[in-house]
């Protein structure tokens, strides 16, 4: 059974302060997703990472992804408050032709004024 | 960008009553659509995959004679949740399936239906 978990599963994290949150997957993907949900909503597409080694920025959020050791990273750097939300990963085996995500657990993060 | 679109937003209804949910891309054609089911403070669970055309796909442990999944054209996919009781409660997500661009993400996201059953 494909597992993907995220730790930490909560973070409360001071204003200014870096971190990172933990994907990992228990099975071969080459692509993995990011994304934000705030509370009440959907989500929001945050990073396609579609290769080993791939890393892409935006403003204070870096994702990157190892396939190798089948695991992805999400830097917060200098967080701020807006970055209060829940981020989720998702992986996309191949399976039968079909491109079904699979999220892992999430990671609630509140960033303290 | 694509476009996802669900209606209704929310919804309360009573136990044993049955709900639909509809599924719309806005501004492209979904042969495929996936419908997840997300309890307060949990992740997204995948409930079934809806193929335009032909039969859902349903995940393990989840009911395909609870969950009814019409696939009736390209840009439109309804979740029935028949027979609703207090445990169906949840927040139901739908996305469409892009596959044309891999560079980008292959699903689009609807804004969820939030289901309440008293």
């Known amino acids: 059974e494909l597992k993907v978990e995220q730790n930490p599963l909560f973070l409360s994290m001071q204003e200014g302060k870096n971190y990172t949150i933990y994907c990992n997957y228990s099975?071969?993907?080459?692509?993995l997703y990011w994304y934000r949900q705030d509370p009440g909503k959907s989500l929001e597409s945050l990073f396609v990472?579609?290769?080993?080694?791939a890393v892409k920025q935006e403003g204070r959020l870096m994702a990157s992804l190892d396939t190798k050791a089948r695991l992805s990273t999400l830097h917060i750097t200098a967080a701020v408050h807006d970055l209060s939300a829940t981020y989720f990963c998702?992986?996309?085996?191949?399976?039968?032709?079909?491109?079904?995500?699979?999220f892992g657990t999430g990671t609630r993060l509140k960033v303290l004024a | 960008g694509a476009v996802v679109s669900q209606h209704p937003s929310r919804v309360i209804c009573k136990s044993g009553t049955s709900v639909k949910i509809e599924c719309r891309s806005l501004?492209?054609?979904?042969?495929?659509m996936f419908w997840y089911r997300q309890f307060p403070k949990q992740s997204l669970m995948l409930m079934a995959t809806?193929?335009?055309?032909?039969?859902?796909?349903?995940e393990q442990g989840v009911e395909k004679d609870k969950f009814l999944i019409n696939h009736a054209s390209l840009t439109l996919s309804t979740l029935t949740v028949t027979s609703a009781h207090p445990e169906d409660s949840s927040f139901y997500i739908c996305?469409?399936?892009?596959?044309?661009?891999?560079?980008?993400?292959?699903?689009?996201f609807g804004p969820g239906t939030r289901l309440t059953v008293l």
């Open positions: 996305s469409a399936d892009r596959p044309h661009d891999r560079s980008t993400d292959t699903q689009y």
């Open positions: 099975t071969t993907s080459d692509r």
């Open positions: 990472l579609l290769s080993n080694g």
């Open positions: 998702a992986v996309d085996p191949p399976t039968s032709g079909t491109y079904k995500y699979i």
């Open positions: 501004d492209f054609q979904a042969t495929t």
């Open positions: 809806s193929n335009e055309g032909s039969k859902a796909t349903y």
